[in-house]
């Protein structure tokens, strides 16, 4: 069938009248999954199923689709003003995203955020539609040595983080080591725990994220006295300028396509995604040294890369039933629960759901546009508070988050203590965002490098006799030896 007659078929299904209310409902959730910390759409859509058993498979994932990628827009509220990323994918969002908000320009970095987010969208669901059975089978050249050396790059990329090289790497490789605690991942034993029981399950993103950019937030700004951010008294003049989309314009076309072909990898996902766009951004800028301190271009490209992102995690689980992250592999199972079997097959058996999915996706990309460009100017509001009144509501917020998500007294001691080496860490300068990407990156990690040295019997030659691993770790390498080379030249100039 023709693409195009195909996405007109789509089209036919998703503007019906019921399966247009399902969407506007998934996006409208999206949004509010988005914004409160500790739920995540994975979270969402497993409370739903029960609800859609035995309805409209079509619109019931339609539905499920819109909460996915919704909640990649809502998730940037809290990190641009309260600097609380409720998603892993959210973290490097947070990080110019604040301090554009601090000075006053809240209104410009979600106006940005919702237009990268609609074009990602709407440029991946065109990938989705268009090269889904050329990705799927791309995604299968990547095993277990391959996983290892896209992770690697994505840690050695740390260093173009950080102002620091030394602090960006130490960060990172510290959070890789707060995620071996708790219970090994193949042979079921504990490690690291100190017979602290409460530890089995590790320490978890959001108790680390939370504490990090929320609290010791909130306890540097609080000790330096950190005047109210400014706002501007015209909403509307909140909204990005020309300027800000001559800026952002690249970044997201760029952060569109590091997106969606890292959706298309399983397990890769959208936090992976939108760090590898932070960090080609600050390569690729003239002025690398704005990232970190309010650069539009830091909010545009990872928003842009982790709502692709949700179009390209759909590609293997269409074409092959397998799934690109967690929330699809829920969508996988609630497709399985209604009779049906993702795969090659789903597109010849099943062209209506497919395509109404796929068109649904633009209408509800349209629709989130819609709904959050108004919004960019309205939240701007909410920094109008005094910050005495602002803190306690921000760490209401974070301690509500965390404690929500397992009603842990527990998790509530490590968002304490966890808060307090946050503030440390503003205060000597060490970057947050390697810290809490190593945790959310080990896993992905540890389990690729012991499936790698089960294949290969305990030989390291796997991961530069395959071609694309050794690329990668040739990039990694290239990434560190390049980025202390031009740190070296900047100090000599310093000197000079």
């Not at 990323?85 to 601090?102: C, F, N």
């Not at 740390?158 to 090289?165: E, I, K, P, T």
């Not at 989309?245 to 997106?259: D, E, K, M, N, T």
Request: aromatic share 8%.
């Amino acid at each position: 069938m023709d693409i195009f007659a195909a996405l007109g078929n789509g089209f036919a299904v998703a503007l019906t009248p019921m399966n247009l209310l399902f969407c506007l409902a998934g996006v409208l959730l999206g949004q509010i999954v988005g914004v409160v910390p500790g739920i995540g759409p994975a979270a969402a859509i497993s409370l739903l199923l029960p609800l859609t058993f035995g309805g409209n498979a079509i619109s019931s994932t339609i539905m499920f689709a819109g909460i996915y990628y919704g909640a990649q827009y809502g998730g940037t509220i809290t990190s641009v003003l309260l600097s609380i990323p409720g998603e892993s994918s959210s973290v490097m969002t947070s990080i110019d995203g604040h301090q554009l908000a601090r000075k006053g320009r809240a209104g410009a970095a979600l106006g940005i955020a919702a237009i990268g987010s609609f074009i990602a969208g709407i440029l991946g669901t065109l990938g989705l539609a268009a090269l889904a059975p050329l990705l799927a089978a791309g995604a299968l050249a990547f095993g277990p040595p391959e996983y290892f050396a896209l992770v690697v790059l994505g840690l050695t990329a740390l260093a173009l983080v950080g102002g620091s090289v030394i602090k960006g790497l130490i960060m990172g490789v510290l959070g890789l080591c707060l995620a071996t605690i708790g219970t090994d991942p193949q042979e079921g034993s504990t490690r690291f725990i100190f017979d602290q029981l409460w530890l089995l399950d590790g320490v978890e993103f959001l108790v680390l994220a939370v504490a990090i950019f929320g609290v010791g937030e909130v306890l540097s700004s609080a000790e330096n006295g950190q005047p109210p951010a400014k706002i501007e008294a015209n909403i509307k003049g909140a909204w990005p300028t020309r300027a800000d989309w001559q800026a952002s314009r690249w970044p997201i076309l760029r952060g569109s396509v590091v997106g969606f072909l890292v959706g298309v990898l399983p397990g890769a996902g959208a936090t992976i995604a939108s760090f590898m766009s932070y960090a080609l951004e600050k390569r690729l800028s003239k002025h690398p040294e704005t990232f970190g301190t309010g650069a539009i271009e830091g909010v545009a490209g990872p928003e842009s890369a982790n709502n692709a992102s949700s179009a390209g995690a759909m590609v293997p689980m269409f074409a092959l039933g397998i799934p690109g992250s967690n929330t699809t592999a829920i969508m996988l199972g609630a497709l399985v629960m209604f009779g049906l079997r993702p795969g090659p097959q789903l597109f010849e058996q099943n062209p209506e759901l497919v395509w109404g999915i796929v068109a649904s996706m633009f209408v509800g990309n349209a629709l989130l546009l819609v709904l959050n460009m108004p919004l960019a100017g309205l939240s701007v509001l909410l920094l109008r508070a005094r910050y005495a009144v602002l803190y306690p509501v921000i760490l209401a917020i974070c301690i509500a988050g965390v404690y929500s998500q397992s009603n842990s007294v527990s998790d509530l001691y490590l968002l304490a203590g966890f808060g307090v080496v946050g503030y440390l860490m503003q205060r000597y300068a060490f970057p947050a965002a390697p810290l809490v990407l190593g945790l959310v990156l080990e896993p992905l990690f540890e389990n690729a490098l012991r499936q790698s040295m089960t294949i290969a019997q305990g030989s390291t030659a796997i991961f530069i006799t395959r071609p694309i691993s050794a690329l990668l770790l040739l990039a990694s390498l290239v990434s560190v030896v390049w980025t202390g080379v031009r740190a070296h030249q900047a100090r000599a100039r310093g000197r000079m």
